[in-house]
């Protein structure tokens, strides 16, 4: 055999191998994005789930003001919708960005409900309902933690993705598409949501 | 069995072995060489079917082109090795990954999921090493589990579906056991040579498929060409193949002999035969038995705790035994039946996973007892010791600010056995086999965890918040300064879950102090990589916060960064690399960690009389105990990393020898026993934690415990 001949073999293996370390990379990161969603998903759960007992004992103090409480429940199902079609595939850039746009709503029901039990001291001073809150100013704490670690994810793997020789072979690799980042909409409504006083 | 006899065995037989595979990989590549020329010449003139009929075939070769086909089959296989390896030794999550596992969240509350995070933090806090991640294989309904990863600090744990749903907790904590001694005994490293290895022979096997599909499909060209490609291609088909059944039948009798040693670990770790058969039976009992569909199953055949993968030769090139071996050998009186019922899921035994299922439920307490807690505590904080001289900024704090327990004062709870010499003695003779007591401290040890730490404990954020509140100082001055910083740098409300966790950690025995750390690490290591930077950078100023590193502070770190580093931090030997020196190399290292040691006796004479116990024991030079000056972490930590180097057995010499030091008075401390522990994280031999006689928890946040915040 010639000795350009195992060259080129040399050098094909080489090429190869190369790609399939990128291909892995790629799946690897995409996989961290992945794994950090599952935490958002555990938070935002509890979120969901925290609500329900919020309207309730609201309700007994806030006969006259069904429209608020409707207005949290009816956000708060956009939001489990929105969650689980997220979770179905976090790679989904327009699942992602439904799932922002829900919280969002959702985060702006829960913003206008504290506004109106403002006026209700009995209500704000009823135990179950400190400790609701308290539970959900911490669950909110954990999910903007645990978005924050998934936009670092998210960002990683899209540089990763965006940079040269990767661009040319990720469309073929079946990563063609940039991860979206999780912004909840009108974000400055979520930081302040935790601080309505009590 | 022996844990440090094990791992050296095991190092023995991989030298062996890398012989045997090493002989076999160079008989292939000759093979291969002479083949290609073979046919190169046969179809490019030279030779022809006469020369074969005549038998001078061996005069005809060209050695010249023969080396150069050689070289380049050669690197063929160790580059293929070689990225097999580099691929496997990313670490257990890639592997993990690799075939489909889904990571579970630490802080899941779905039934079948919390059992599994339990049964898996309950063996890694019995056995002293890091929690390791959990991963699903959602998709296999075969009842299996695998671990991975090189340390214990990366291991992973993964487990069917099929397993989750189909065993008992008895059952699942048999196959957790199992695996767990995989971790223990150093099997994935040795798994990860064979595989790496078997992986360039197999490259020869595939490049033929692909010339042959190449041959056979090729329109143009010639055809002799073409027939060439085939016949080529078929050759090095064979030889692949030849090849790696050879490679395979080593890797396998290896990988079985290791499922023997496991089961048989398993059965010591839970004194339970019953869960491990019984998960084997009922592996026999299922239609697929523990068999995976993903792709890439093959890879980790050895890995799995059942038999994963069909091989093609049965028996001879099986990775585990036959079920019906095993079985039998947990359980002589086995009647060869297979139990087909799945046990029902809730059991008397799960009532400890059911103990707090919702953090909701666990935060609604009152909250007043913990602030009652927290005042009685700050009060004995405030009183507490402070520190006596002016120690400079980087040397480590000795002082404890504990009185050393003596072994007859009263137990914890009527299930903890009393700490004595020859349970710390025990405890090091044990090191890497925790058996059923451990368990059983270990599952105590979490259902009387405050529910509020557990809950933090399992998600990142709260995890974070534990830490930082385990480092909080008694000083309300410095205290304010540690706040103020986690204010200002880290996320909001950081800084204040802090403070909501710190009166719960304050009432908490010290026992569980370190537990806490390692119950924290999954959740720890779901950090991103700039939230993981933010916490090291917060951690470092915390401990800084009063000038000195405390010896707790100190332990607490080691412990953090053994487990969270998992094979990525800066200065970590390779792992080809570690694992050859003896402690006469590193001398001067060992000596200074034995000074540590034997710095924390009380007296001075005793401290002189313990140093040179270990000295002695280590058969190193006579020195004198080095001056308290010269224990400056910095260094110790240096000295550490070397020590990293040691041969397991050296390792076991070292950590014997700091325990007959800490012996020397009978009397055995909470900070001896940190100290010990972190030790044995930074060098990678994980030491079950010992029930300490202090006063549980909920029955007194009594002065010692508040006491080490000074």
Request: a negative charge; hydrophobic letters at 45%.
């Amino acid at each position: 055999m010639e000795i350009s001949t195992a060259v080129i073999l040399t050098i094909a293996l080489v090429a190869i191998f190369y790609l399939i370390a990128i291909y892995n990379r790629l799946v690897a990161l995409r996989n961290r994005f992945r794994n950090a969603f599952a935490q958002i998903e555990v938070q935002l759960k509890r979120r969901h789930d925290l609500i329900p007992n919020l309207v309730e004992v609201a309700k007994r103090y806030l006969a006259h003001e069904r429209d608020t409480l409707e207005a949290v429940t009816v956000a708060r199902q956009g939001a489990v919708a929105g969650l689980s079609r997220a979770a179905a595939n976090p790679a989904d850039p327009s699942a992602i960005t439904g799932l922002g746009r829900a919280e969002g709503v959702l985060t702006g029901a829960l913003g206008r409900l504290n506004i109106v039990v403002e006026a209700y001291p009995d209500l704000k001073a009823d135990a179950n309902m400190r400790q609701l809150h308290e539970e959900l100013t911490s669950t909110e704490n954990k999910v903007a933690f645990a978005r924050q670690s998934f936009n670092d994810e998210v960002m990683t793997y899209n540089s990763y993705r965006q940079s040269f020789p990767q661009r040319l072979v990720a469309g073929l690799f079946g990563h063609g598409e940039d991860a979206r980042w999780l912004e909840f909409e009108d974000s400055a409504a979520i930081q302040q949501a935790p601080k309505v006083s009590f | 069995m022996d844990f440090f006899g094990a791992q050296d065995a095991a190092r023995r037989q991989t030298a062996w072995l890398v012989i045997l595979f090493a002989l076999a990989a160079i008989g292939l590549v000759v093979i291969t060489s002479l083949f290609i020329l073979f046919v190169f010449g046969l179809f490019g003139g030279t030779l022809s079917v006469s020369h074969l009929q005549e038998g001078g075939l061996l005069g005809r070769i060209d050695w010249a082109a023969f080396a150069g086909v050689a070289l380049v089959v050669a690197l063929i296989v160790a580059g293929g090795s070689l990225y097999k390896i580099m691929v496997l030794s990313r670490g257990g999550a890639a592997v993990a990954e690799a075939l489909g596992g889904r990571l579970l969240a630490p802080d899941s509350e779905d039934p079948e999921t919390r059992r599994v995070l339990n049964v898996v933090e309950e063996m890694a806090l019995a056995s002293g090493t890091p929690v390791p991640n959990v991963y699903l294989l959602e998709g296999e309904g075969g009842i299996n589990a695998f671990a991975a990863g090189l340390t214990p600090g990366d291991a992973v744990i993964g487990l069917t579906r099929g397993a989750v749903a189909g065993l008992s907790r008895d059952q699942l904590q048999g196959v957790v056991a199992h695996e767990f001694s995989h971790i223990l005994n150093g099997d994935m490293r040795l798994n990860l040579r064979l595989a790496g290895l078997l992986h360039g022979i197999l490259l020869i096997g595939l490049i033929g498929r692909v010339l042959v599909q190449a041959g056979g499909r090729g329109g143009g060209g010639k055809s002799r060409d073409r027939a060439a490609f085939a016949a080529l291609g078929l050759g090095l088909m064979v030889t692949g193949f030849a090849g790696t059944v050879f490679a395979n039948l080593i890797k396998a009798s290896v990988s079985r002999q290791r499922e023997f040693l496991a089961d048989a670990a398993a059965v010591q770790f839970t004194r339970n035969p019953q869960g491990i058969a019984g998960a084997l039976k009922r592996i026999g009992a299922t239609s697929v038995h523990g068999l995976l569909s993903h792709p890439r199953a093959p890879e980790m055949s050895h890995a799995y705790f059942a038999t994963g993968v069909r091989t093609f030769l049965g028996r001879l090139s099986a990775t585990h035994p036959p079920l019906e071996t095993r079985i039998r050998r947990l359980d002589p009186r086995w009647d060869g039946r297979f139990e087909a019922a799945a046990p029902t899921f809730s059991e008397p035994a799960t009532g400890a996973d059911w103990a707090a299922t919702s953090p909701v439920a666990a935060t609604a307490q009152p909250s007043t007892t913990e602030e009652g807690e927290h005042d009685h505590a700050s009060v004995t904080v405030a009183g507490g010791p402070r520190g006596t001289a002016a120690v400079a900024a980087d040397s480590l704090d000795l002082e404890t600010g504990e009185q050393p327990a003596t072994p007859d004062a009263g137990g914890l709870g009527a299930a903890a056995p009393e700490v004595t010499p020859e349970r710390v003695q025990e405890a090091i003779d044990q090191i890497g086999q925790p058996d059923e007591t451990h368990l059983r401290h270990a599952q105590s040890l979490i259902r009387e965890l405050p529910a509020t730490l557990r809950w933090a404990a399992r998600e990142p954020y709260g995890a974070q918040a534990l830490v930082f509140a385990l480092l909080l100082d008694g000083d309300e001055g410095i205290r304010r300064r540690q706040l103020a910083h986690l204010e200002t740098h880290l996320e909001s409300g950081l800084g204040a879950e802090t403070l909501r966790l710190w009166p719960s950690v304050l009432a908490t025995a010290r026992e569980f102090r370190l537990p806490l750390v390692d119950l924290s690490l999954p959740a720890l290591r779901q950090l991103s990589a700039p939230q993981t930077e933010t916490f090291g950078a917060a951690l470092t100023t915390l401990i800084a916060a009063d000038g000195r590193v405390r010896l707790f502070e100190w332990c607490l770190s080691r412990i953090l960064i053994a487990g969270l580093d998992g094979g990525r931090g800066p200065g970590r030997p390779r792992a080809g690399a570690k694992g050859q020196v003896d402690c006469q190399h590193l001398a001067a290292d060992c000596a200074l960690i034995l000074t540590l040691v034997a710095r924390l006796q009380e007296d001075e004479a005793i401290s002189d009389q313990a140093f040179r116990l270990g000295v002695e024991r280590l058969g190193l030079p006579a020195g004198r105990l080095l001056d308290i000056t010269t224990l400056d972490h910095q260094r110790l930590d240096a000295s550490l990393r070397q020590l990293r180097q040691l041969k397991p057995q050296a390792k076991r010499d070292l950590l014997q020898a700091c325990a007959a030091a800490i012996l020397l008075d009978a009397k055995v401390s909470p900070a001896e026993l940190e100290v010990l522990r972190a030790i044995g994280a930074v060098l990678e031999c994980p030491i079950p934690p010992l029930p300490l006689q202090a006063p549980s928890a909920s029955s007194a946040p009594s002065a010692p415990s508040a006491e080490d915040q000074s």
